[in-house]
């Protein structure tokens, strides 16, 4: 992970000011909610300063943890939460390599995998995925679709499609629902986002 870039983002600019930046996290919530309910764990992983640990709170989820490699962006988080985020997880830290010693419900990832460009780093990704969530436990994906940007804050990405989510999970990872979004940034230009629900069978 470019953790020297991160920080360099997060330390120059706000959370409405970044491209991925939704006041509205509409699909991720359906999707995490869809395949929960409050009581479960959930980890938002490469969540930056998302609005959706915000909304989870307010729908009831206590058990709750936020990664991102920039600690700059768990910063503007909490602040945002306020005595709130005393309910939450934070933990700084490269997703590659994650490891709490704990496995969750829910795994969300909107925006990280598919800066991952190098399949070694994929495959650690996978890894840690592997160690973070409970057999039976579902996975929400959201990557740039094959129309997507070919890059995002001035790095490559790795556009993917249904069979390329697929493929990247492995095939105990089972596919329940796909999802097309046109993500409008706050600078008014449009990136199609794929998303994946799967459930781990084994």
Known sequence: MAIDHWDQVWSTRSADEVSWYQEQP?????LVTAATD???SIIDVGAGASLL???LLAAGYRDLTV???????????????GSNA????WVVGDVTLLDLGRRFDLWHDRAVLHFLVEGSDRRRYVEALRRSLNVGGHVVLATFGPQGPESCSGLPVRRYDAAAMQETLGDDFEP????DESHATPAGHHQLF???LFRRTG
């Open 86 to 89: 005393d309910l939450v997880e």
């Open 67 to 81: 990664v991102d490699v920039a600690a700059g962006a768990l910063d503007q988080a909490r602040a945002r939460l």
């Open 26 to 30: 509409t699909v991720s919530v359906r």
């Open 53 to 55: 640990v915000d909304h």
């Open 194 to 196: 794929l998303y994946g």
């Open 176 to 179: 329940l629902e796909l999802v």
């Open 38 to 40: 409050p009581k479960d």
